[in-house]
């Protein structure tokens, strides 16, 4: 069974803060990595796909560890527009996309 | 950015009655899916779609779930006699990105059956 496992949260930061999250999946045959994010009651849209490499794009980095099976994503600056729900996703190739339950984050002013 | 698009945005619907769900995917797509996501829950795959037929469907999608094409832009997730426990929010996708891994998902239905 395919699972992607992480941290339910809530995380609550303030504004300016550095969080991190960690997720960690069960099927070493997935070749995809992203991070979603979900507000509260509406779709999930993808944030950033991961990279064996990692990679950053503006305040968010994310980290991926093969051997370990392990996902991290790092924002940096926290902005009270950041609170809403990380998913950690992941798929084989040619394959549906598994979910994780997702890790809340509440930044407060 | 390209849409999906879907109808209606909230339905509510007796136990026992027959719901569906309509979604317009990305134009020129061959690719779509269908997501569930109950609430305080994690998404989950419900069935992929492909070239006109199912390529893929989940545990989830038992007999009472359908999924048609009736014209060549919409979709259609069928649910047969739902179930209190069918309530979800219902979300089509398209993929897209390097490799078609990426999924840009419509903004969902939420159904209630009572």
């Known amino acids: 069974r395919k699972e992607v496992e992480q941290d339910p949260g809530p995380f609550n930061v303030p504004e300016g803060a550095t969080v991190a999250f960690n997720c960690t999946y069960s099927?070493?045959?997935?070749?995809?990595f992203f991070w979603y994010r979900q507000d509260c009651r509406k779709e999930p849209k993808l944030l950033m796909s991961v990279y064996s490499s990692g990679n950053e794009d503006g305040r968010f980095t994310a980290q991926l560890n093969r051997a370990s099976q392990y996902i991290s994503l790092l924002i940096r600056d926290s902005k009270l527009s950041d609170s809403a729900t990380y998913l950690c996703v992941v798929n084989e190739r040619y394959s549906t996309l598994t979910f994780g339950k997702g890790t809340m984050l509440l930044v407060s002013p | 950015e390209p849409e999906v698009t879907q109808t209606p945005s909230h339905q509510v619907t007796q136990m026992g009655q027959e719901v569906i769900l309509r979604c317009v995917p990305i134009s020129n797509h061959l690719y779509f899916y269908w997501y569930r996501q109950i609430l305080g829950q994690k998404v989950e795959f419900l069935v992929s779609?492909?070239?006109?037929?199912?390529?893929?469907k989940s545990e989830i999608f038992d007999d009472q779930f359908s999924v048609e094409r009736p014209d060549g832009s919409n979709f259609t997730l069928k649910i047969r006699s739902t179930k209190l426990e069918d309530s979800a929010m219902y979300f089509c996708?398209?993929?897209?990105?390097?490799?078609?891994?990426?999924?840009?998902f419509g903004q969902g239905t939420r159904l209630t059956v009572v």
């Open positions: 099927n070493s045959a997935s070749q995809s």
């Open positions: 779609f492909y070239n006109n037929e199912i390529s893929e």
């Open positions: 996708a398209n993929p897209r990105g390097r490799s078609n891994t990426e999924a840009f």
